[in-house]
C-alpha cells in the first residue's frame, strides 16, 4: 500500500476574503482575482468561514424486510456563516439590515433607512476565497441570501462584528455551490489511477 500521506496537504488559511455581486454573476474565470462587478466585503474575523452541508434521507421500508428497501435523498441544505469586522461596511450593513445597499448611501455623509417590518428576499451571488501560501480553495454560490445574523452589540473592549450566515440555492445555469481547488506546487498524481494503458 503506498503512503500518500503529504503535509503540504494539510491548508492552514493565511487569508478569508468573501466578495458579492449581483446574483448569477458568472464567476471569475479559474481562481482570478475577482474585478467589477465583484466588491469585497471587508476584514472577517481569524475564524473565516464555517461552511456546513447538511443531508437529509428517508428509509423506505417495507413488509417482510428488518432493514429499510431503499433510501431517499430528500434534500441537501448548503450554508456558511462568517463573521464581518467591519461594522459599517455598507455592503455588509445591508445584508444585516435585509436592505438594498443604495439605502445606506449617505445624504451630507449619513444614512437613514427603516429596516423591513417584513423580510425582504435579496439575493446575491458570493465568492469566498481562501489561501495558504500557492494552495487556494474558492466556493462560488450564484444565488445566496442571509438566513440569519448574529446579534448585534456595539461594545467598548472590541469592535462591533457582524455574523451572517448565508444559504444557498441553485443558480440559473449552475449549481448551488462551485469548488475551485488551486493545489500550489503539491504533486497529488499518486491520488488518481493511471489513465489509459
Known amino acids: 500500500m503506498a503512503d500518500t500521506r503529504n503535509a503540504d496537504l494539510t491548508f492552514g488559511a493565511t487569508d478569508y476574503l468573501v466578495y458579492m455581486a449581483a446574483m448569477n454573476t458568472t464567476a471569475p474565470t479559474g481562481l482570478a482575482d475577482p474585478?467589477?462587478?465583484w466588491v469585497n466585503l471587508g476584514w472577517v474575523t481569524t475564524d473565516g468561514g464555517l461552511l456546513k452541508i447538511e443531508d437529509e434521507s428517508k428509509?423506505?421500508?417495507?413488509?417482510?424486510?428488518?432493514?429499510?428497501?431503499?433510501?431517499?435523498?430528500?434534500?441537501?441544505t448548503k450554508s456558511l456563516q462568517v463573521t464581518f469586522l467591519e461594522g459599517l461596511n455598507p455592503l455588509v450593513r445591508s445584508l444585516y439590515d435585509n436592505v438594498p445597499v443604495a439605502s445606506?448611501?449617505?445624504?451630507?455623509?449619513?444614512?437613514s433607512y427603516s429596516l423591513p417590518d417584513k423580510p425582504d428576499d435579496l439575493r446575491y451571488a458570493f465568492l469566498f476565497d481562501t489561501m495558504d501560501?500557492?494552495?487556494?480553495?474558492?466556493?462560488?454560490?450564484?444565488?445566496?441570501?442571509?438566513t440569519e445574523r448574529g446579534d448585534e452589540q456595539p461594545q467598548t473592549e472590541d469592535v462591533m462584528p457582524v455574523q451572517l450566515t448565508f444559504k444557498?440555492?441553485?443558480?440559473?445555469s449552475s449549481?448551488?455551490?462551485?469548488r475551485t481547488i488551486d493545489y500550489g506546487n503539491v504533486d497529488v498524481s499518486a491520488f488518481f489511477p493511471a489513465q489509459g494503458g
Open 168 to 172: 444557498f440555492y441553485k443558480g440559473s
Open 104 to 111: 445606506l448611501q449617505p445624504t451630507d455623509g449619513v444614512a
Open 35 to 37: 474585478a467589477t462587478p
Open 59 to 76: 428509509d423506505i421500508d417495507a413488509a417482510g424486510s428488518l432493514e429499510p428497501i431503499r433510501t431517499l435523498l430528500t434534500k441537501s
Open 133 to 146: 501560501g500557492e494552495k487556494r480553495i474558492r466556493l462560488y454560490m450564484p444565488n445566496g441570501k442571509v
Open 175 to 178: 449549481a448551488a455551490v462551485k
